[in-house]
Every structure is written in C-alpha cells, then in structure tokens.
C-alpha cells in the first residue's frame, strides 16, 4: 500500500489510526463465509471533511477504503477484499435534529437503531426497524442497505423512508440528493431533475459513495395496537392467509415465523447476544418451545394511528376475521401456550430484537436472504429442507422468517442454517448446503437483490447488460476504484 | 419585404435508406405535413416561439414509427452510426423543447407499440408498451380489482413510458406516490442501442416483481433524465388493490359530442364505487394549512390536494366560463379536497371521512355539501372521476402552458414560498393571462407526496395566449424569476419551471445541488456517449451548454444579479 499511516494521521490525529494485529484481525472477517482479509489500517473518522480528506488521499495513492459503521452487516459487505484503510465512522454518531412537524430525523452513520429508538421513544417517536436487524446496527447504513423494515407490508409506511443525503463521492466530492440537494433545509427526496438518486447508492454496499448524512421519516409511537396471531400447519397455508389480508390492506406490521424462530425469540434461556459470532449455548424452554408450537404463526399488528384509533382498529379486526374465516385458520389475541406472547410481540415492534437470540443455538447463522413473489414461497422452503436432508442437515434446524412486501406484490425471506462459528467439518458442511441452497433457490425464482459475498457472482451472472452497466456506472464515478473494491461485480 | 421561409432539414439519403430497411417503407416519411406534426409539443412555449420565428428547429428531418424493442434498438444503433441526433416521441404531451438542434434530427414515434402486454395479479404488476397509456391500464387492471393507484393532473392518455422518465405526479401521490415510486421495471434502448433492463427482470429468469436490480439501482438513473438516456419501449408498473369496481361510472348524460361539450351535465359523472370525495372552503390559507398538515398526520385517504385558480380551468366547459369565474371568485379560494377509498371495507370510508370532520371542526371550513353552494358542488363534478382517472385537465391549455413553479417540501414551507416567490415574479413583470395570479390570490395548487403528510409539490403556472409571442416571452420570464427567486434562497431544487425539465437551470444555476450537474452530464454522457438523444432537453452536454444562444445566457444572468447571485462565466 503506498498510503502511509502517517499520511492518514495527519487528517485523523495521532492515535485515530490503528495497525496493531488484533485490531487487523477484527476487521477482518465477521460471522459470514466471506473469507477473511486484513486491512492495513483503521481509521476513525469524526467528521466529512475527514472522511473527504481521507477519500482525496487515497486517489491519490490508488489505495482501497472500506467504509464501516457498525460492522454489523454480518454477510461480509466490510471485509476488505484487496487490504486498504478501513474507514470507521462509529464516531460519527450524532442524532443531528428531530424534526417533531414533520417527522423526519437526519443521522450520522454511527447512529445506531439503540440510540435512536431510544432518543425518538422520548419524544414519542418512532424509527421503522427491520426484524432481527442487531440494536448496534448503523440505522444509516441499515437503510442504506436496504433491509426491509416491519411496517414494509404496508406501501405506505414501509418501503420508502429515505428522504434525502449526503455523500462523499469517490473524487471525494460531497454530493447531496433530495430537497437537501440545493444547500438548504431537507424535507423531500425528490432532487434536482426529480430524480431520486440516493436510490443509485442503496445495496453497493459502500462502493460508489460513502454517505455521512440521512434524513428519514419517523412516525409516532402508536398508543393504540391491536396483535392477531394466526397459527397454520404449512407456508402455504400463511402466505394464502396473508395474500387475502393484504390485498384488503388490513394491518401494518406483519410477518411469518416458523415454529424454529419462534421458540428462539421467546425462550427463556437465552440472551440476546451482543457479538456476532455468538457463543453457543443450550436452552431447554426453547427445545421445549419449538416443539410445542404451531410449525407457522402469522403475526399481524393493526395500528390505531392518531385518530379514532378504536375505530380503526375495529374495522380492521373485522375485516381480518373475515379473511381467516374464508381460509377456515383460527384468529388469536394469544398464543397458547406462550403466555405473553402478545406483549412481547408489541415490545419486538420498537425493538425487534429478541430473535437475535438465535445466534444462541450454534453460535453463526447463515442465512439465505432474498425476495421473491409470494406465491413461490412455499415451493421455495420445499426446496430447502429437500437439499438440507441431502445434506444431512436437520430440517427442523432451519430457522425461517417472511415479511410480505407492498401488500403481498412478493415476501422477504430469511431461511437461516445455523453452524459452529469456529472452522470446522460441520461448519463446512453447512457452507456446502448454503452454498447449493443459494444456487437452487437462485435457479427457482430466489432473487438476491443484495448480493453479499459468494451471490454477487450467481446473480450477476445472470444479469450481463445489468452489469456491464454497473462497471460502466463504476468506472465513470471510481476511475482508480478505491471504494470497497471487489465487491458486487467490481472485481 | 422578402417572406421568410422555414425549410426543415433532411436526412442524408443513406440513412433513410438504411432506416427505411428497419421498419418497412410504410413507417417512415419525411413528408413535410407529416413532420410538421411533430414539431411543436401540445404545451409547448418554445416551440411556439419557434414557430411564430419561423425557426425550422424543432422541425425534425424525419419521422419513424417502430413496432417493437428490437426495431428500435436497431434504429438507434444506426442513428449512432451516421452520428444522428434522434427525439423519442409518444404522444407529444411534453411539456418542454422538442429537438433544439439545427441537425437534421429523426424523431423516433412509438405509437406503434401501443399494449398493455400483461397484468400479472399474483405480483400485481402490469406490463406496458412504451404507447400504453393510464386509461388503458386501469381498464384491463381494475377488471381485476387493481389499479395502477393514479393519473396525472394531465391526462390519462399520457404514456406511462415517457412519465417513468419524468416523475408522474398524480392526484393521488398521498397514498401511492409519484409514478416514478411505483415502476417495477422499464426496458430501455440506451441511446447508445444497447439494452437495459431494470429490477428483478434484469436477472434471467427472474420474475417481474422487485424494483432494485441487484445492488445499486440503475433505474434511478433514468427517473429524471427526461428521455436524454435512452427510450423506454416497456414498463412495469405496480398495481394496487382496487375497490372501485370493474368500470368506472358514467355520467347519467352520457358523455358529450362536439356540439355539446359545453354542456356542464356530462361531465356529472359520480364517484366510483366504494370512493369519496370531500371538499372543504377555507376561510383564509392559514386555516388551509392548517387542516392540510392535520389531516396529513392523521394518515388517511388516497389524495389530499389543494386546489385554487386550477378549479376554473379545469371545470369550465369553455374559455369565457373560465373567466367569469376566475374574475368572480366563483370558487372558494382556500380549500382542499380528499379522496377517501374503502380498500378494507366500506367502514373504512366513515372512519377517514369522520376524522376530517373531526379535523374541519377543530381548526374552521365548511364542507361543500348539501344546499350549502350546490352551484359550486355542481361545477366540481368533473373532480368525482378526475380524482381517478383523470381527464379533464387538459382544457387548461386552450391557452399555452408556458412553465411552472414547482416546489418540494413540508406543506407550510412550499406553499409560503411558492407564494412569496411568485407574488415576486408578477409583481416585477406582470402577468400574462389573469389565471396566472393563481397561488398568490388564492391558495397554489398543493399535492400530499407521502401518506403521512410529510413532503408536498406545490405548483404556479403560467398560460398565455399562445398567439402573442410576447406574452409567451414574458410568461417564460415569470417562471425563471420564480426558480431564480427560489435558488437564491436555498429552497431546493424543486424549483423546475420549463415544465419538468431543470435545463438550462442545472447548468445555469448550479446552486441546485452543487456538482450535480457534473455527475448528471457524467450520467448522460455514460447512456449516450455521441451526444444525440433527446439533443437540448435535459442536462446540457458539454457542447449544448457553449450553444446555449448568449441572449438567453445574458437573461439568465440578469435574474441571478437580480437575486444577488453571481453571472455565470462561459
């Protein structure tokens, strides 16, 4: 690397620059099968003009830069590919403004979804937080990444909460999108031209722009909710349910666990783990748990809002009846058999956190994470527990979660493999099964539209004027392709 | 005095030959009365003043009509060949330049590829080629209980192809966004003739279903250029549910021929089935704004708009009836309208109209309802279908439309400063047409853009007679004072008068976002590496920009001095 440390110092201070073997060691690698690769050096940034100054002098010297907040993506997207500066942002962690009018925060990357959930709920507040997504998590980069948050059943509220940015872009140049766009307040994400560019930074997982600012729409905190929980014997069965009820909008939240998931959320012997790989341990409530449930439970939440909540709630709770009739599965305030199931699924809404607690049970989960119309849900899962017996990985093992996205036009999936963290047969062997699992599941209508780590080649193979588009987007914006290099289809 | 003449140009004959060779001699003519068709836009300022100059410019050389992806791939790729500039056309309705080049220019019309290919209710898509229009979709989808969730204020018969690369503003953008939120996919021949793909359906066997392709999402590079990237020959858009029944209603007068359209009962048509519309007056615009923001955050209804001198245009069966009322203030000045649908069931409906209720009587207005101004509600008819399927606008441009001031952000802010900046802009050089002291003697039209209220567009506009270049002149004057106005204040980059287009503000005024520009001529230079498509329209190319005519530089220019901003430096 021809960057000096020294050079690096000069921007960041004496002591904000790391190259020490444990501190390489942990950038290098995180709980996914993306192999590991040192850095040759950390730095922490605490402002743009750092995070521009560092950008500015790494064209100059063609060195990579990776950026990182949280290091909580957990599918490699920080591992750096070719060494380079590793550009932390954790301190870059101030909640700029509230907008209590109208409903919008700007952040820094290093603002996690803890602190802001914690610093909105006091002024009863609300960020849309997608399920399982660690507390530590960057929100920025979350959004930025497109996680898919719990109310994103619902057109409206779920899948369109980003409103406007600012970036660093590969020349170092600070670029803004949305109303922000001009220099002035933000408030829109329409920019210049009316286009909605930040959309060209979302999912490239640091490598045509690293974004320092984010503006999103929070919501208040619904004072009134309504839970249903509608058990069903097979997938098929939920996402027929859960077509029916969002094709009449009804609900905001909703989602599909099986019985796998379920149990590791509620079980009582179990924490949840704030490092990822976790360590593994055994919960006798959550062997009890899971099988004991019902093999699916669909959760719907119906929201109040801040009218006539009653009312609302009254109407929908009808209309929900009426669709579970139809498709004869019962309608539950509770579940039997989880005593407090209803309070702990309202608490997940804020804090949906509690399924993390599946790290628990091997200490790595590998999931196989993508989108695809609801209808092929089923089909999908079938192929999964087919390859995992080939495999002789035990199908009860998987662990399996499906949000409907735009009411029911496709579902996010997490269909989870868990294995030992530690190098190993048996976490070989579950690499083997994800790693067919991913290209069968590809092959039938899987669509990995994140493609971290050992997906970007599936996918874009499959997709060669995409691509060639996207080095052509690349190379335009990165000519000495400093940013997170290696990653997606910019090898 | 010698008469001047306007001879267009031809293309060389090779090129004919070889265009002629793609799509048969049948869908190719350089007959003068042909391209004269095509030379000015149906709102058109600029090709108006062309005209009245005789200013053969926006006359293109030739026009072809392509019958499929494939052809008009390979028509680009020989415009690329010869190094011909070339302006993709649906159905004229653009609001700004056409080809602004003294090049021969081949104006490439898809009206040929005119089907909705198909709507898929499991992912609850439709497919649509680059002629389909709004009316088309929501006939075939809402047979199915969808709809596509919107029309614009135009028409209906704008084609959802050229929109994609626009924005699409609908009436119901409070609920379902613009058009641009609600593109699954679009095919597009880059002006360089190759083929990209967008969404889920860039990967192989994929279905239609997702609108990020993997990674980073290239549609967002077309959404905005205008038609500069390349042309959209199919587009999938979403669909929502639909409570509304197979058809629309029809007016129980039936619907009007050319000897009676003047007749206001044909366009009484109801509400569709299992949808509402609730109009309230205002006393004054704060009490507007007010409700406006409420009822915003109580996240209800499909559309919630205001609406000021827009109501005379639009619902006024002739230009005197226009007048009458502008002069008379025959409709209420400060108001709002929310269109409420029962997707959930019918008791959704008198949940959301009761918490309006709720909201008017907290904060003051009076419901256009029963005997209380039953003219006015008469009037308003047009509005039942409109809100849906709309139609009627398009009687605004019996005089020329001549740009706009469009700002986005929180209500209060856009419609305060939508007011100031235009009150400016007329006050310094008068209006053109008395329907353009809209939003300054009564409230700017205000579109909701997100459920909860959160951003809105707000819209002045100018609509000379198009016969007097001089008022064409001062009303594109009024809306650069406006942007200028708006620039130099850091408002945000909303401000896009000339129609949607931001050219020649993103390179004259470089505040909007300040190296945009650079990155969109970066973009635009990536999809059209020659420089030929859509030539002047959106995002200058390096030689566009030293074209630029030095009078209108010079204008430009004064305004910024005026504002206090620095003359740019060719």
Request: hydrophobic share 35%.
């Amino acid at each position: 690397m021809a960057v000096q440390k020294s050079d690096i110092e000069k921007i960041v201070g004496q002591g904000n620059v790391l190259d020490d073997e444990a501190t390489l060691a942990a950038y290098s690698k995180d709980q996914s099968f993306v192999s590991a690769r040192r850095p040759d050096l950390v730095a922490y940034v605490e402002n743009g003009e750092q995070v521009q100054a560092i950008i500015l002098k790494a064209n100059e010297t063609k060195t990579p830069v990776i950026p990182y907040s949280s290091g909580m993506n957990l599918h490699g997207a920080t591992i750096p590919d070719q060494g380079g500066i590793m550009l932390d942002m954790s301190r870059m962690n101030k909640i700029i403004s509230i907008d209590e009018e109208n409903w919008y925060v700007i952040v820094e990357p290093g603002v996690t979804y803890q602190q802001l959930q914690d610093n909105l709920t006091e002024k009863g507040l609300r960020i849309m937080v997608p399920f399982g997504t660690p507390p530590q998590r960057s929100v920025l980069t979350s959004y930025l990444e497109r996680d898919p948050v719990m109310a994103a059943p619902s057109f409206e509220h779920g899948n369109y909460l980003i409103m406007d940015t600012e970036l660093v872009l590969p020349n170092g140049e600070i670029f803004r999108t949305g109303n922000w766009a001009s220099g002035g307040d933000p408030g829109a994400p329409s920019g210049p031209i009316r286009n909605t560019l930040f959309r060209m930074f979302t999912a490239a997982q640091g490598t045509l722009g690293i974004m320092i600012k984010m503006v999103l729409q929070v919501e208040p905190i619904q004072k009134h909710q309504q839970l249903f929980f509608i058990p069903c014997n097979t997938l098929e069965e939920a996402t027929g349910a859960v077509k029916a009820m969002q094709l009449r909008e009804i609900g905001t939240e909703c989602l599909i666990l099986n019985s796998f998931n379920l149990a590791a959320m509620c079980a009582d012997g179990w924490n949840i783990p704030e490092q990822f790989p976790a360590e593994a341990s055994t919960s006798a409530d959550f062997e009890a748990m899971r099988k004991e449930l019902p093999p699916w439970v669909i959760t719907v939440c119906i929201n109040g809002n801040i009218r006539r909540a009653e009312e609302k709630i009254a109407y929908e709770s009808e209309a929900l009846k009426e669709v579970c009739d139809s498709v004869n599965l019962p309608l539950l305030e509770n579940l039997p058999n989880v005593p407090g199931a209803d309070i702990m699924m309202k608490n997940e809404l804020l804090r949906p956190w509690s399924i993390l607690k599946k790290f628990n049970y091997k200490g790595s989960v590998n999931d196989l994470t993508f989108k695809a119309p609801l209808k092929k849900a089923a089909e999908l899962e079938k192929r999964l527990q087919e390859l995992a017996g080939k495999h002789g990985y035990s199908t009860g093992d998987i662990g399996m979660f499906l949000l409907p996205l735009e009411r029911g036009r496709a579902v996010h999936c997490e269909f989870d493999l868990h294995s030992p963290a530690e190098c190993g047969d048996a976490r070989h062997a579950v690499k083997a099964l994800w790693l067919e699992a991913s290209a069968d599941l590809l092959n039938n209508g899987a669509y990995f539209d994140r493609p971290y780590g050992a997906w970007a080649d599936m996918i874009y193979a499959r997709a060669a004027n995409y691509t060639q588009m996207l080095r052509k987007l690349k190379a335009d914006t990165d000519p000495n392709n400093i940013l997170n290099p290696g990653k997606l289809c910019f090898t | 005095m010698e008469k001047k003449k306007c001879v267009p140009n031809r293309l060389p004959p090779e090129v004919y030959t070889a265009l002629e060779d793609i799509v048969g001699s049948e869908w190719i003519s350089e007959d003068r009365a042909v391209v004269e068709c095509y030379s000015k836009f149906s709102v058109d300022s600029g090709g108006t003043l062309k005209k009245h100059a005789k200013d053969p410019s926006n006359i293109p050389a030739c026009i072809i009509l392509p019958g499929s992806t494939e052809e008009v791939q390979a028509i680009v790729r020989v415009c690329n060949r010869y190094k011909i500039k070339f302006i993709p056309f649906t159905n004229g309705m653009i609001t700004f330049n056409g080809p602004t080049t003294p090049e021969p220019t081949l104006c490439i019309h898809v009206s040929r590829m005119n089907k909705v290919l198909d709507i898929d209710e499991d992912t609850m898509t439709a497919r649509v080629q680059a002629y389909g229009d709004y009316a088309q979709v929501q006939a075939d989808a809402m047979k199915v209980g969808l709809w596509n969730g919107g029309t614009p204020l135009a028409t209906t018969l704008c084609k959802l192809s050229s929109q994609s690369a626009f924005a699409g503003v609908w009436q119901t953008d409070h609920k379902y966004g613009t058009l641009s939120r609600n593109i699954v996919s679009i095919k597009l021949v880059t002006a360089a003739g190759d083929i990209l793909v967008t969404g889920s359906d860039s990967v192989s066997g994929m279905d239609t279903f997702w609108e990020y392709g993997p990674g980073p999402d290239l549609f967002s590079l077309v959404r905005g250029s205008g038609g500069t990237t390349g042309i959209v020959t199919e587009v999938v858009v979403k669909l929502h549910a639909w409570p509304g029944g197979e058809e629309l209603p029809e007016p129980p007068a039936g619907r009007p021929c050319i000897q009676t359209y003047m007749d206001a009962k044909h366009d009484t048509a109801p509400f569709p089935k299992r949808y509402k519309l609730l109009w309230v007056e205002f006393e004054d615009f704060e009490t507007e704004l007010k409700a406006l923001r409420e009822i915003g955050h109580a996240a209800i209804g499909q559309g919630l708009n205001a609406t000021g001198v827009y109501n005379a245009y639009y619902c006024s069966q002739t230009q005197d009836m226009t007048l009458d009322r502008v002069e008379n203030k025959f409709f209420p000045p400060y108001n709002c309208y929310v269109i409420i649908g029962g997707v959930v069931s019918e008791k959704q409906i008198e949940h959301e109209e009761n918490i309006v209720r709720d909201i008017i009587a907290e904060v003051g207005g009076t419901f256009l309802e029963g005997d209380y101004k039953s003219d006015v509600q008469y009037a308003l008819a047009p509005w039942n279908l409109d809100c849906i399927r709309h139609v009627t606008g398009y009687r605004m441009n019996r005089h020329a439309y001549c740009g706009s001031n469009i700002l986005g952000g929180p209500v209060d802010t856009v419609a305060r400063k939508t007011r100031q900046v235009w009150s400016k802009a007329i006050d310094t050089f008068g209006e053109t047409y008395v329907t353009d002291r809209g939003g300054m003697d009564d409230t700017p039209f205000l579109y909701s853009s997100n459920h909860s209220g959160r951003y809105w567009l707000t819209e002045a506009d100018v609509y000379p007679d198009m016969t007097k270049p001089e008022l064409l002149q001062k009303g594109q004057a009024l809306v650069a004072c406006g942007i200028v106005n708006t620039i130099a204040d850091k408002f945000g980059p909303g401000a896009n008068g000339l129609g949607v287009s931001i050219e020649p503000i993103t390179s004259f005024m470089p505040e909007v976002g300040p190296n945009a520009h650079m990155l969109f001529r970066g973009i635009r230079d990536m999809f059209d590496p020659n420089g030929l498509c859509a030539p002047g329209r959106q995002i200058f190319t390096k030689e566009e920009y030293e074209a630029f005519p030095e009078e209108a530089a010079a204008g430009l220019n004064k305004l910024r001095q005026m504002h206090g901003l620095d003359p740019i430096q060719r």
